[in-house]
């Protein structure tokens, strides 16, 4: 298994627990997915790719429907993609995805969290370089050869594929998500979630202490409504 599987792996045990964190998540890209390219899921593929991943968090239908009728509002904000980037505690690299209709509030919050967690906020392009930006698509594993499928779809740029108790996952470069979703919806295999990652290059190994120094920092930042996503480069500790 390549390092997409073993990144996937160790995030599935943590984060994003919480039902109404991943719905706020969501409901703000339903907002930008409907300002992009409009309320038709039909002919908005992004649109598409969103409403899935509502349902595999089993986000309600009128909540969906509530959220593409707001985001048709004109008079209503748009929200801004703003990356943070900055170490924690022991050089462990940080990488902050948010989605936010105001940057100076953002701005000010991620900062104080570093701060207060002795940590602190760098410049564009301190750590971006160190993770690969990927896309993953989840397809049902029913009736597929796995490996027939990864040759078939590696034209598309597909890297990795490997299945998993909830399905097929399927990982790519970011570039290639739009290839691949279209392959996958003229063959008819259903896209049960999609979405993007940033896979760290290399991990950082901390002891036990150091480790919960370093997760003070990330659970304050994914406590804050403006932050979609997290990476960070310090190796997961197993819990076996």
């Known amino acids: 298994?390549?390092?997409?599987?073993?990144?996937?792996?160790?995030?599935?045990?943590?984060?994003?627990?919480?039902?109404?964190?991943?719905?706020?998540?969501?409901?703000?890209?339903?907002?930008?997915?409907?300002?992009?390219?409009g309320p038709d899921p039909d002919s908005n593929s992004r649109l598409r790719a969103v409403i899935q991943n509502a349902k595999s968090v089993n986000?309600?239908?009128?909540?969906?429907?509530?959220?593409?009728k707001r985001a048709s509002d004109k008079s209503l904000g748009d929200f801004k993609i703003v990356l943070f980037e900055g170490y924690a505690?022991?050089?462990?690299?940080?990488?902050?995805?948010?989605?936010?209709?105001?940057?100076?509030?953002t701005v000010a919050n991620i900062r104080s969290y570093f701060n207060k967690c002795d940590g602190s906020l760098g410049?564009?392009?301190?750590?971006?370089?160190?993770?690969?930006?990927?896309?993953?698509?989840?397809?049902?594993a029913n009736g597929i050869d796995v490996e027939e499928l990864e040759l078939e779809l590696i034209d598309y740029g597909v890297d990795e594929?490997?299945?998993?108790?909830?399905?097929?996952?399927?990982?790519?470069?970011?570039?290639?998500?739009?290839?691949?979703?279209?392959?996958?919806?003229?063959?008819?295999?259903?896209i049960l979630s999609s979405g993007f990652d940033r896979i760290p290059q290399v991990t950082k190994k901390l002891t036990p202490e150091q480790a919960a120094d370093v997760e003070k920092l990330l659970e304050k930042i994914e406590e804050?409504?403006?932050?979609?996503?997290?990476?960070?480069?310090m190796e997961e500790i197993s819990e076996n």
């Open 161 to 190: 594929v490997f299945v998993d108790e909830d399905g097929i996952l399927i990982y790519a470069p970011f570039e290639s998500f739009g290839a691949i979703q279209s392959e996958l919806e003229s063959r008819g295999i259903e």
């Open 224 to 233: 804050d409504d403006d932050v979609q996503n997290v990476y960070h480069t």
């Open 123 to 140: 410049t564009s392009g301190s750590v971006i370089f160190m993770f690969d930006h990927t896309c993953n698509f989840r397809i049902p």
């Open 89 to 105: 505690p022991h050089g462990v690299a940080i990488l902050v995805e948010t989605a936010t209709d105001n940057n100076t509030r």
């Open 1 to 37: 298994m390549g390092r997409a599987f073993e990144f996937r792996k160790a995030r599935k045990l943590k984060r994003w627990s919480a039902m109404s964190k991943a719905f706020t998540r969501i409901g703000k890209d339903i907002v930008m997915a409907v300002k992009e390219g």
């Open 59 to 68: 986000m309600p239908k009128e909540n969906i429907e509530r959220a593409i």
